[in-house]
């Protein structure tokens, strides 16, 4: 894994969008594989990246007409049309403003009729184009990815999870801080649904975090703070800002930001030579 660290949420959202770009741009269709596939979260962390992203794609540096994207998750209990759904936000703040086609966006169904049936077709659907490439992800303060409360299994697929008592609270601020109308349940890709994914990048951003982060970069790979099974990832990127490293030890914060300034040198010092399997262009791998 590897700890990327920038001084503000907004450098945050620029330096990942810029890296979701070059992603797209340098995707190479193959049989069996024939888009760019996109995991992609809700929550305010993303903001900042959806505003980039939106930015470069009007500046005609990126195009999502050949991207597949696969949400994180959907509450189960509101109607898809309500202010705070997730299918809501993604039109709202991205998918509206980019030319990515509505067809190709795959969002939970929380109003499906059978649930069990909608969380089994979602895992389907990601293995019949190919996986996902690129799977970005936001953090809960209690260390959860997607919906995956602590004491989820982390071989866990796509299903239906009731909400920690933490999440509900601080999920209240969308919901007019009114505790009892805030979903109790959810949609949610699983921990494995994420593993899969040929690369994770995730925003952790601001001093609610900070815990967060530090149990999932310092601490064991754990169920009670999901995120942590990322340290067994092969190619996972966690991006944070200066406000989220406030709980890591001041030797950790020296040794990610010391290896990302050899990394650069190296890069410019062998450029393209450097490539990695991947092709992707950096050099040490996760
Ligand atoms: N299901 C979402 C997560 O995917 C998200 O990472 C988390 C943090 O949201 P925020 O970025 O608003 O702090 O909120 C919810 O729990």
Redesign the pocket.
Known sequence: MRLTIRDTKEQVGSYIADYIVKRINDFVPREGHPNFVLGL??????LPVYKRLVEAHKAGKVSFKDVVSFN??EYVGIARDHPESYHTFMFKNFFSLIDINPKNTNILDGEAEDLYAECHNYEAKIKAVGGIDLFL?????DG????NEPGSSLQSRTRIKTLAYE?II??ARFFNNDLASVPRM?L?VGVATVMDAKEVVL?VT?Q??ALALSQMIEGSVNHMVTASALQTHKWALVVCDEDATSELRVKTVKYFKSIEKVQDEVEAKYGAMGKDKLGQGRITAA
């Open positions: 979260p809700t929550g305010s962390s993303p994180m998750d992800g936001g953090i809960g303060a959860h990815i997607a919906f999440t601080d999920n959810a949610t925003i601001g609610n975090k």
